[in-house]
């Protein structure tokens, strides 16, 4: 069985509490082609990460937005 190719999102949030943060990887980890994601609040950007099968960078940031964040992707 090959090895399917993971898409890697990078974005700018808002998040600062570890505690938000680790809601919001829960969150995040439940939506479908999902393979991990993680939070980096000591950089300045508060970076998100998130690693999936699929596209799926709307449907982020759309979730972190609806928790009143500010998410926005990092495009190469």
Known sequence: MKNKKSII???????????????????ISLLDSV???????EDCDK???VESEFEISKTVTKL?????????ELLD
Not at 10 to 19: E, P
Not at 35 to 41: G, I, M, S, T, V
């Open 9 to 27: 999102s990078v974005f700018v949030t808002s998040v600062i509490q570890k505690r938000t943060a680790k809601h919001l990887v829960n969150k």
């Open 35 to 41: 393979r991990a994601c993680n939070f980096d609040l």
């Open 47 to 49: 970076i998100l990460r």
């Open 64 to 72: 972190v937005n609806s928790k009143g964040f500010k998410c926005v």
